[in-house]
């Protein structure tokens, strides 16, 4: 089973600053790569899929890069709406996996 | 739009059999992706339960592998999981979503609660 360990834990930031998040995976998994949001109370939302492209809707503040075994999420001019968890996961052969979750909160 | 609910008991005691339905409005099962179940854990991270096509090609967690079903019913536009042997350890908001094999999770259902009692 691949393993997505994510990193930090939790950001502390204010409105308007940068988020990056960090997804690393235990082994190659091409770009097969996605990002989640999550806020209290309800479902994920697609955000990212295949490493880099945003799904329909997704602001352009949001953007990921990463190939192989490192991926990254920035998020830019933070809103207070995008204080919420955020989850990578992967697909291959050999199953689905998400990440542990990385939390953005308010500073 | 293309919009998911679980529907199914909220309470299953334990050792016994949790059963739950997604039914799929505004996409039809039959014309493709591949559509699946993930849960949560109160307070914990997501963890991917199995994906299912409509062709009834299906994989799994492989944790899960042995107490898991899932099944579609294109008359219905549903799916189904069943996780046999329940224990607290089950207790979970459980998703269900389109995607997971070929494509990422693109719409959810907003999840059902279900708790395992003793």
């Known amino acids: 089973e691949i393993v997505l360990t994510q990193s930090p834990g939790t950001l502390s930031l204010s409105p308007g600053e940068t988020a990056t998040l960090s997804c690393r995976a235990s082994?190659?998994?091409?770009?097969?790569v996605a990002w989640y949001q999550q806020r209290p109370g309800q479902a994920p939302r697609l955000l990212i899929r295949?490493?880099?492209n945003r799904a329909a809707g997704v602001p352009a503040r949001f953007s990921a890069s990463g190939s192989g075994t490192d991926f990254t999420l920035i998020i830019s001019n933070l809103e207070p709406e995008d204080f919420a968890v955020y989850y990578c996961?992967?697909?291959?052969?050999?199953?689905?996996?998400f990440g542990g979750g990385t939390k953005v909160q308010i500073k | 739009q293309v919009q998911l609910q679980e529907s199914g008991p909220g309470l299953v005691k334990s050792s016994e059999t949790l059963s739950l339905t997604c039914t799929v409005s505004g996409f039809s099962i039959s014309s493709g992706y591949f559509w699946g179940w993930i849960r949560q854990s109160p307070g914990k991270g997501l963890e991917w339960i199995g994906n299912i096509y409509h062709s009834g090609t299906a994989y799994f967690n492989s944790s899960l592998k042995s107490r898991v079903s899932i099944s579609v019913d294109t008359s219905k536009n549903q799916l189904s999981l069943t996780l046999r042997s329940v224990t607290a350890a089950d207790t979970a908001v459980y998703y269900c979503?389109?995607?997971?094999?070929?494509?990422?999770?693109?719409?959810w259902g907003q999840g059902t609660l279900v708790t395992v009692s003793a």
């Open positions: 979503a389109r995607g997971g094999y070929n494509d990422p999770f693109d719409y």
């Open positions: 082994q190659t998994v091409r770009n097969f």
């Open positions: 996961q992967q697909r291959n052969y050999d199953g689905l996996t």
């Open positions: 295949d490493a880099s």
